[in-house]
């Protein structure tokens, strides 16, 4: 829960360029997205305040809110130890030395001071402009006090949501299947690959996990009856039940408005796309060809499926109407591209490619112009299954950049990349979830 504090927002710093819009929306600091001129904004992130018992929260609530504002690829987060300003200084711009931030290149300066209230921490969250020497943001922001972490998300959050108009997505989760101890593990991560916790734990194989839109189910492929079934693990209760009764189906994913799940299903050594309603009823078959067809992925709209087909002779990506009409391909380019996923913007499909080398990529290629950019190159033998952040701004994928296959959250450009949850034993196929509710 939010409780604005402030009067609304005056006009600040414009960074690049301000987007066009009424005035009255121009009263907001605005990063522009996707500029060719973009660079990352300067900002200060002062130690948070905290008394008593929020003094540990205080800290590791700053720690996180640096972290993710790092990851987002908008800021250039300074390094406090290079801090000029008194700590002690108060939180009204009339008592804040601007000068002494300036003088470390900060653009902009954040401040909180967290206190307890019931079963809540509150962090005061102030944000200024600091070359106009004014505040922009103050904002109460709540979460349960014994999850800090989840703290500093939230205030991530509305940081971002300042200087984009966008929603953060730092309150979102990350799932992921590890393989150790000869156990195949479902593993939920916090959109930093860090709190890891384990969902689901089994000796039979699990793969391709899939969020229902409403971030309430999981969607798996088990092989609990020895053969590949679609599975949904609710989340309120770990509750594992089966979908469908089609024999041999996998990569199951919901469709944007979660009325509906397509998957592939494989007879006689000939695999097909299908859909089906949520439920696991009404399943019908989408593509008939004599080819490998498969891996499902659903466009924003709800209106096309991303797949894959090595119908001309190789895998290749392949876009149809969600009826299973007007199929056309859409890479040209490689000879062994797979794993489609749709982003959220609907502008760009990632996909994994891999080259001559053996060696495997993540890309990117518009679903209308056919504009591929490549996002990896001489960064590990397998950089692979791309899943976007619900707001389509970033990717994560699996990486073995480091020795074991970790994942790395990217923009779009694949200029800026970050490992994350390293350390944790080898994970695969991840999954970013949608928007907490």
Known sequence: MIRRLSAPLLAVLAVLAVLAAPAAAQERPT????SPSFQPLPIAV????????????????????RGDLALSGLFDVLDPKGFLADPAEGY?????????WADVGADGLVRARLRREGADA????????????????????????????ALGHRVADEIVRLYTRERGVFSTQLAAIRKARGLFELVLFDADGKNPRVLLSERSILLTP???????????????TGRPELW??????RAFRRLGDVPNAMGGVYSPDGTQIAFTATEGGNSDVWVMAADGTGARKLTREPA????????????????????????????????????RRLTFQGNYNQTPQWSPRGDLVAFTARDERKVFDVFVISPDSGKIDRITQ????????????PNGRLLAFKSDRKGAALLVVSDPRGDRQTPVAAGVGELSAPAWGPFAE
């Open 31 to 34: 990063l522009v997205i996707g």
């Open 46 to 65: 002062a130690d948070f305040a905290g008394e008593g018992e929020a003094r540990a929260a205080a800290r590791e609530t700053t720690e996180v809110v």
């Open 92 to 100: 009204a711009a009339s008592s804040i030395r601007f000068a002494r």
């Open 122 to 149: 509150v962090a005061d969250l102030h944000v200024y402009e600091v070359r106009a020497g004014r505040e922009t943001l103050a904002v109460a922001v709540r979460a349960p006090a014994a999850n800090p972490r």
């Open 210 to 224: 899939s969020w229902r839109p409403d971030g309430k189910e999981l969607l798996l492929t088990s092989y609990r």
């Open 232 to 237: 949904a693990l609710r989340l309120s209760d």
């Open 292 to 327: 490998l067809d498969l891996s499902p992925s659903w466009s924003p709209d709800g209106k096309r499926i991303a797949f894959v087909s090595d119908r001309a002779g190789t895998p290749q990506i392949y876009v149809m109407a969600s009826d299973g009409g007007g199929v």
């Open 378 to 389: 001489d960064q590990g033998r397998t950089n692979e299954e791309p899943t976007w952040a």
